[in-house]
């Protein structure tokens, strides 16, 4: 695949990954093919804007609008979705073309697209379309898109397309006004997995253009000369308020000159700062570009909803996903980012009553079980990272007693009874409500409220009520406390309707939040780790559909959030060195430098959190804590924030055990580390060896 070549500040060669052009290291190419779904193109961190390519939508791999599989093209949106299980967005779609050489698909003007001809890195997207004899080169600002085309033909056009979205995007209103001969504004309303979406748009052309087509179209054709000027610049802002709005968005982003040199080299700039929270020493080449891949992944999303002149405000918050590696990851390289989330999940409180569960573009969409939103607040403000207790409080205890999504049994029954008011999934929800529940008692806990936490802690404790000890699993019970039969652990397919995207195995062990307790319920240590052996070899029949049941080590399904936390817990049942070994394990066999480089989903940056955490040496396991849970780290060195050094000595594909670990001299006693230590700054070292401890 050819890599980035032009311009020449792309590609600086640097000697060790401590610093300068970091982006280098990186191929967003990885996950873009298979079950990844990630985002290609061009954006900023966390920006509003994600210029890139978007394809005819074929199935369940083209969630993000593009799959490596394909070959066909439709044009260039400006919001893009990376990761996701659903697909939605593609707004504003912008297409060059020769009017002589017009290719369809099903209809629809399009083109070919050769991935040798492709070109993409961190900030900056650029392909040759050989059916219109066109160069196409985009970067992007925070609310900017930057196109530039070249020509070869003396006539050329531009299809600008508000009709086209992704997946479940359906346009249901749209304006095309055209300002001068320039300049287009208007905006694209549509309906999907958002239910409202409302984007403005305001674009400006380096040529005046001639504007064809049916004005009671939303496609239309730009046409222009380029027998004289073969380059024509686009530059688009957008805005989720106001077409004006989009056209001050573009002053804020190009302060520095609307020049396309200029605005891709600071969008370089920022992911390189970025990049810079965390610098590495690999064990090879390979482990270098997987891991600030997965960095700069983690880091598309959440995406920016105010406009320049107004607060910090985000949106695609896919917190059932992120809630487990990727947030603990950012309070730890962008704490002043967090606090802007932490922000807007209080602004989604005060405007709807509760906090977000899957936040897209201003619609509360209510995907994935539980409230993810209550356990991140929660570790915000344990942290230290959201300074109003008791406002946190009122949102985690309201969005905590709301009568939807399963809360409304847990409140009439105390748990979620499969057969109650037909909740399909009553244990994964029943589940993940108990995460949120033990945030709310620890938040509570802080507050000195005694009464609250005492409160939330026994609800917290409700996935007691699924525990089988003749099975040893987590499963559905009815109303009257009897357990679902028949019962088969392995099913994970559509026709299992007491799990989400997961099976007893997965979800037997889904209780970050108390693993001590889940411990004892199983009999102790030994037989939690007998059974937690189990997890990671166990073999059977699946059941009819489970396609987000991926990355398989026996019944683990790395490809799916759930288990992300599992083999950690290896560590609080005395058992480390399994930890260890699962953990490379993991790293080495699910995770590639190759477009099919993802066992599963992207989701929006959690599967590489993952990934960039483990590698460090350590985890999260309970979503609102501050405790961190070390493993095997897989780089020689790294330095976080520019004070914190790990140090893994005598590391190597061979040396996956730890013989001991030291934090600034002192040898510690368990595998665990604080937020704090991280935070302040020191160094973590670890002794390798190639035999377990």
């Not at 999907?192 to 052309?205: I, L, P, S, T």
Request: proline share 4%; with cysteine; glycine share 10%.
């Amino acid at each position: 695949m050819k890599r980035l070549l032009f311009p020449l500040f792309f590609v600086l060669a640097l000697s060790c990954s401590g610093g300068g052009d970091l982006s280098s290291r990186v191929d967003p190419m990885i996950g873009a093919g298979g079950h990844g779904h990630v985002f290609v193109g061009a954006g900023v961190p966390f920006g509003m804007v994600q210029l890139g390519p978007t394809q005819i939508t074929r199935g369940w791999d083209w969630c993000s609008g593009y799959s490596y599989q394909d070959s066909i093209i439709l044009g260039f949106s400006h919001t893009h979705l990376s990761g996701t299980g659903v697909g939605d967005l593609g707004d504003v779609t912008l297409l060059p073309f020769d009017p002589a050489r017009r290719k369809h698909v099903s209809g629809r003007l399009c083109a070919g697209l050769d991935h040798s001809l492709e070109s993409v890195s961190p900030g900056f997207y650029s392909v040759e379309l050989p059916d219109y004899g066109v160069k196409v080169r985009l970067t992007a600002g925070t609310y900017t898109g930057y196109h530039e085309y070249t020509f070869s033909g003396d006539s050329s056009a531009v299809l600008l397309d508000l009709a086209t979205g992704v997946g479940w995007d359906n346009l249901t209103g749209w304006k095309i006004e055209t300002v001068n001969d320039r300049t287009v504004r208007g905006f694209r309303r549509s309906s999907g997995w958002a239910k409202d979406q409302k984007v403005y748009y305001y674009a400006m052309f380096s040529q005046p253009f001639i504007m064809q087509g049916d004005e009671d179209s939303p496609r239309r054709e730009l046409h222009f000369d380029t027998s004289s000027e073969k380059t024509l610049h686009v530059v688009v802002g957008i805005s989720p308020t106001s077409a004006q709005k989009a056209l001050d968005n573009i002053g804020a982003d190009t302060r520095k000159g609307n020049d396309f040199e200029k605005n891709a080299a600071y969008a370089r700039e920022q992911w390189n700062k970025v990049l810079g929270k965390i610098s590495i020493k690999p064990l090879d080449e390979k482990q270098e570009k997987v891991f600030y891949t997965a960095l700069y992944h983690s880091m598309i999303a959440p995406a920016r909803f105010s406009d320049a002149s107004d607060p910090e405000l985000y949106t695609v918050f896919s917190l059932w996903d992120v809630y487990r590696a990727a947030f603990p990851l950012y309070t730890i390289i962008d704490t002043a980012k967090v606090r802007a989330f932490g922000k807007s999940f209080m602004d989604i409180y005060e405007k709807g009553g509760e906090l977000p569960v899957w936040h897209l573009w201003g619609n509360e969409t209510d995907c994935m079980p539980g409230n993810a939103g209550v356990v991140i607040l929660g570790d915000l403000v344990l942290k230290g990272l959201y300074d109003n207790v008791p406002k946190a409080l009122e949102a985690m205890v309201a969005s905590s007693n709301t009568r939807d999504r399963g809360q409304q049994d847990i409140l009439d029954y105390g748990f979620i009874p499969y057969d109650a008011t037909e909740q399909g999934e009553s244990v994964s929800k029943a589940l993940e409500f108990a995460v949120s529940y033990s945030s709310v008692a620890k938040v509570a806990e802080l507050a000195g409220d005694g009464a609250v936490a005492a409160a939330f802690r026994e609800k917290a404790a409700l996935y007691r009520k699924y525990y089988d000890p003749s099975t040893g699993f987590l499963r559905g019970v009815a109303k009257d406390g009897s357990f679902r039969t028949p019962y088969n652990p392995f099913d994970a397919g559509f026709s299992n309707i007491d799990y989400t995207e997961g099976n007893g195995w997965q979800y037997t062990f889904m209780v970050p939040h108390d693993v001590p307790g889940l411990i004892g319920l199983m009999g102790g240590k030994d037989r939690f780790v007998q059974k937690l052996d189990s997890l990671f070899t166990a073999q059977g029949d699946m059941g009819d559909s489970y396609s987000d049941v991926t990355g398989l080590i026996g019944q683990y399904a790395h490809g799916n959030e759930p288990c992300h936390h599992m083999a950690y817990m290896y560590d609080m049942a005395g058992r480390p060195d399994k930890c260890q070994k699962i953990v490379r394990t993991i790293m080495d066999s699910l995770y590639f430098d190759t477009p099919e480089g993802l066992c599963g989903n992207e989701d929006v940056g959690q599967m590489s959190a993952w990934y960039v955490l483990s590698s460090l040496g350590f985890y999260q396991v309970d979503p609102c804590s501050k405790d961190l849970w070390l493993g095997s780290p897989s780089v020689m060195e790294a330095t976080v924030n520019g004070n914190f050094k790990i140090v893994a000595r005598g590391n190597s594909k061979v040396n996956i055990y730890v013989k001991g670990v030291k934090l600034n001299g002192k040898l510690l006693e368990e595998p665990r580390i604080s937020y704090e230590d991280i935070m302040a700054g020191g160094t973590l070292e670890f002794e390798m060896t190639d035999k377990p401890q």
